[in-house]
Every structure is written in structure tokens, then in C-alpha cells.
């Protein structure tokens, strides 16, 4: 007696033809919430860009909020996406990922300009994106004062106080001065400034240790 054989299902593959027009969808809203903010950026002007419909947007993402949380994470997938294992390195090769993160910016204003505006809608009530920009401050300002604590001298560690402070401040020149280098970019060196400032925190947070400088080639 033949045993009949069951048909083994394999988990389906997005076609290439939807990944290709999700990620479509995903360039042309980002363009459009970074020139017209999340709120008045349309999914009509979005679906325009890509030749489809307003329906056809919401097949791909379901609604309006999941598509800028889509939009956020097609971000940090570009921040990540050079780095080996697209893992965010400690120590001192953590403020150099910065330094090159802010010289890869100033070649994809666009993309920074997306970052600036939602970023700043993301505090008023109600925005979809604010849990999202709580939790990566929140993440962050771990990953660059963990940082800090390794590039210290173990017997002379900064106070929490000043380490703290200091990841907050790092952040804080980082996002200021985009919006500096957006609104007057021939006058803001936006790799150079933030390599500058980055220092100068690192400077009067860290004590006891030599340790090479951002500045250097």
C-alpha cells in the first residue's frame, strides 16, 4: 500500500515586483512628509509619485500611521546598512560611526529632511511617530553613554551625572545641527561641526585616559 505523501508548504516569498514597489511607496513618502510633514503630506500625493492609486498605498501598508513607522525604519535600515553585521559598534568606533553618519547625511539631504520634520512633529499630541522618536533617544543615549564608560580609564570613571548629560548633549548637537546645515547648508560643514562638537562633549566628559581624537584623518 503507497503511503500518500503530503505536500510540504513553503513559507512564500514576497515577489520581487511588490518589494520593489514597496520600497516605491516608501522613497516617495519620505519626500513627501520631509517637504510637507506627516500631517499634511496626502497618501494621494504619495501614490501620484508612484503611479498607483490611494488604495493601492493602503494594500501595501495598510494605513497612514504604519506607513511613516515604515518609513522610520527604511531610516535606520540606511543608517545600519555599511556597518558589518549592521551592528551599531562601542567605544570610541561608536562617535566615529557618528562622525561618518553625519557625512553620509550631508550626501542625502532629503532622507535628513524626512528626520528633522518628524522628529519635531513626533512632540506634539496624538503623533503616530512618538513612541518610535521616545524610544530611539531612549536607545541611543544608552548605546553613546555605555560608550563613553568604555573609552574612560576604569580607575578615574566619570560621575553617571555627566555621562548622562554628556549622551543627551552629543544627540542634541547632532539633531541642531542638521537644521542648521538644511536651512544654510553652503555655511555649515554639518561632518566637520559635528566631529567638532562631538569632541569637545567627549573632552569635558571623559578624564583620565589618552585616547586618539575625531579630528585626526
Not at 516605491?24 to 497618501?43: D, H, P, Q, V
Not at 557625512?103 to 520634520?117: E, K, M, S
Request: with cysteine; charged share 30%.
Amino acid at each position: 500500500m503507497l503511503m500518500e505523501r503530503r505536500a510540504v508548504r513553503r513559507p512564500q516569498r514576497p515577489r520581487e515586483t511588490t518589494v520593489r514597489k514597496r520600497e516605491e511607496i516608501l522613497r516617495a513618502a519620505t519626500a513627501t512628509f520631509g517637504n510637507r510633514g506627516y500631517k499634511n503630506g496626502s497618501l494621494a500625493e504619495i501614490a501620484d509619485q508612484v503611479g498607483i492609486t490611494h488604495t493601492g498605498v493602503l494594500h501595501h501598508f495598510g494605513s497612514k500611521d504604519q506607513l511613516l513607522l515604515e518609513v522610520l525604519a527604511f531610516r535606520d535600515r540606511t543608517d545600519v546598512e555599511q556597518l558589518e553585521d549592521a551592528h551599531v559598534p562601542g567605544g570610541l568606533e561608536l562617535f566615529r560611526h557618528l562622525v561618518a553618519t553625519a557625512r553620509r547625511n550631508a550626501g542625502r539631504p532629503g532622507l535628513v529632511q524626512t528626520y528633522t520634520v518628524l522628529s519635531a512633529e513626533a512632540v506634539t499630541d496624538g503623533h503616530p511617530g512618538k513612541d518610535y522618536f521616545r524610544e530611539r533617544y531612549t536607545t541611543l543615549r544608552g548605546l553613546v553613554a555605555d560608550a563613553l564608560r568604555e573609552v574612560c580609564a576604569d580607575d578615574d570613571p566619570p560621575p553617571d551625572r555627566d555621562v548622562d548629560a554628556a549622551a543627551a548633549a552629543v544627540l542634541a548637537v547632532m539633531d541642531g545641527l542638521q537644521v542648521q546645515w538644511l536651512l544654510e547648508p553652503g555655511r555649515v560643514d554639518l561632518p566637520h561641526a559635528s566631529a567638532f562638537a562631538i569632541e569637545a562633549i567627549l573632552s569635558a566628559a571623559v578624564h583620565g585616559r589618552r585616547r586618539a581624537s575625531l579630528l585626526d584623518p
